[in-house]
Structures are given as C-alpha cells and as structure tokens.
Nanobody
Framework: QVQLVESGGGLVQAGGSLRLSCAAS????????MGWYRQAPGKRRELVAV???????NYVDSVKGRFTISRDNAKNTVYLQMNSLKREDTAVYYC?????????????WGQGTQVTVSS
C-alpha cells in the first residue's frame, strides 16, 4: 500500500500562486509516474500534470506555461507550482501515484485538497 498526504491548497486571488505537495509513504512499492488531477463542481476529473520517474512531464493545455510539476524522488514527493491562477482553476486537486510491486501495477490517490481562486 502507498499512502498519500497532500498539502498546500487554499484560497487565493486571481493572478496569485499556490504550491501543492504530495508525499507518498515509504513502502516496498516502486513509485513510477506521479501527477495531479482536479475536479471542479459539476465537471469530470481531469489530468492536470504528470511526471515520470525519469522527470519527463506532460500538462493539460489550459495550464501550460502557468503550472510546473516536479518531484523529489528521495522524498517520494511530488509538487505542483501554480502561478497566474485563474478562477477556472478552482477545483479539488488530487495527487496521483502509479506504483509497482512484484510485477503488478497499482494506482493510488490522495484525499484531495481544495483550491479556490477568487476574482
């Protein structure tokens, strides 16, 4: 099992910044891809950003140039730096980890952290 603990959400004005963190518990699982999803009220959950174990990244078009995903493999932690926030970024943000153990692959999710951007 991999436990994920998120932090860093909150209320911010449009144009402001927030940094989300997600720490994965130590385990025998190997942490592969890490990422962030978000879900706004009445909308489907969408992938915001993902980073592979080698550091390659991918972003949804709406956040490119504003958000940066990074990870610290020594700490099993993934970060999401969010700049130039817009009202449409308001959502619950979920950390995501794709892990492997004895040849099997597993997906784990954090509990979610609320990000609210006010005008």
């Amino acid at each position: 099992q991999v436990q994920l603990v998120e932090s860093g959400g909150g209320l911010v004005q449009a144009g402001g910044s927030l940094r989300l963190s997600c720490a994965a518990s130590e385990s025998d699982f190997s942490i592969n891809a890490m990422g962030w999803y978000r879900q706004a009220p009445g909308k489907r959950r969408e992938l915001v950003a993902v980073i592979s174990s080698s550091g390659s990244t991918n972003y949804v078009d709406s956040v490119k140039g504003r958000f940066t995903i990074s990870r610290d493999n020594a700490k099993n932690t993934v970060y999401l730096q969010m700049n130039s926030l817009k009202r449409e970024d308001t959502a619950v943000y979920y950390c995501y980890v794709h892990a492997g153990f004895l040849g099997y692959e597993y997906d784990y999710w954090g509990q979610g952290t609320q990000v609210t951007v006010s005008s």
